[in-house]
């Protein structure tokens, strides 16, 4: 059976170069095609070219250079309209795949006869490995994607069938955040279900530059799929209803609070909470420093314990040695 591999990029050329030697190093899976979608708007675009050129000898490589810049929605919905294979896998141009991703996915479509697998991944931070996320949920996700106990990341985890792709109708080119969450609704919301691969086969290079995220394009992202899937929230408890707003709504806070907008921070954090009575500025003061500080103090703690076992390791074997 043939894969597409659809990499979107923007303008960072040696990051696109390691996720496709991850590819390209991919075991006992033959018949694949890349197509790399280039949405950058600088001069990337021409070691972008470079680099793909690189490859083509070795591998069937397809590079397309958008005349203007679309956002990575459009990018990966252009490639599956282009792919001539039957199954698509996709890959943010600063991950990379491990290099038996491609062949146990495609071995447990077929041994399960289901149109789409997802995989575990590897959280890493410059080079160092954080953590490994290991999922085990299958079947229809609707209710653990609104509740956001279910990490699954279309963008790099996600191998479905080209033909289900494009039933769907793709990722939503007008979303500016959370298209994984739309696209997934939107997936099960059809009747599809999905296999899992707990095994971490995606590596996903992170940062702490959490406040980089645009708070104001996740709260109109947050809204408008809260109002695009009213129908099915509907179907929801009162009170199950009232926990999916919380956790989106507490979300958005989080980001504001990270970019040190303390009104639309606590604005959101009364949306989430309901508070409609006066709190004494201490307590919007705690609420607003353990929203800004959670994220990045755990990230943060977890990256200097990996750094000193590495450290530790180290200086073992060289007193060993």
Known sequence: MSISIIIP????????????????KSKDVKDFEIIVIDDSVDDSSAKNSKICKEFQPNCDIRYIKNKEN???????????????????AFLDDDDEFESCKLHYQL???QRENVVAVYCGVSLVFKEVLLTEITPSDEGD???????????LNAGSTLMIEKDVFLDIGGFDESLPRMQDWDFLINFFQKGYKISCLSIPLSKI???????????????????????????????FSLQDRKKIKRINFRLVAVLFAAKLDVVNSLIWIKKAYGLHFYL?????????????????????ILYLYKLMLVFFKKRFCFGNS
């Open 9 to 24: 990029t923007f303008s960072r050329p040696k990051l696109l170069k390691k996720a496709l030697e991850s590819v390209v």
């Open 70 to 88: 679309k956002g990575a929605n459009y990018c990966r919905n252009l490639g599956a309209k282009m792919s001539k294979k039957k199954y698509l």
């Open 107 to 109: 071995n447990t479509i």
């Open 141 to 151: 996700l609707t209710r653990k994607i609104l509740f956001h106990e279910n990490g």
């Open 205 to 235: 290079n992170t940062d702490f530059h959490f406040s980089t995220r645009s708070p104001e394009k996740t709260a109109i992202a947050v809204l408008y799929i809260l109002s695009k899937y009213d129908k099915l929230l509907k179907s």
């Open 280 to 300: 004494k500025p201490r307590a919007y003061y705690i609420l607003f420093s353990a929203l800004n500080n959670r994220y990045q103090l755990k990230m943060r």
